[in-house]
């Protein structure tokens, strides 16, 4: 199980943490996280590997950080430089050997 945090209304400009938590074994896997803007398909943002690699979407290279705590079992999505067009719910993601599970996303709102 995979439960996102975080979430909220800022400000363009502004930065926002999200965190994911994860229940047993699927943590130990590649963790990604993905938003969905209104009337727009759900989009990867970064990914972050059991090793530490990380990869990002072009439109956020620079300005958000992906990383894990792996004793904490937690992913964090650091957001700096936020724009409206962040404007999304993000979701958590982890693709196990069984299936792919996600998290009930969290809302982040970024005003102009």
Do not use: H
Not at 16 to 22: G, K
Not at 65 to 90: C, F, G, H, W
């Amino acid at each position: 199980q995979l439960v996102e945090s975080g979430g909220g209304l800022v400000q363009a400009g502004g930065s926002l943490t999200l965190s994911c938590t994860a229940s047993g074994s699927i943590f130990n896997v590649n963790v990604g996280w993905y938003r969905q803007a209104p009337g727009k398909q759900r989009e990867l943002v970064a990914t972050i590997t059991t090793g530490g690699r990380t990869t990002y979407a072009d439109f956020v290279k620079g300005r958000f950080t992906i990383s894990r705590d792996i004793p904490k079992r937690l992913v964090y999505l650091q957001m700096n430089s936020l724009k409206p067009e962040d404007t999304a719910v993000y979701y958590c993601n982890a693709e196990t050997a069984v299936g792919a599970y996600w998290g009930q996303g969290t809302q982040v709102t970024v005003s102009s």
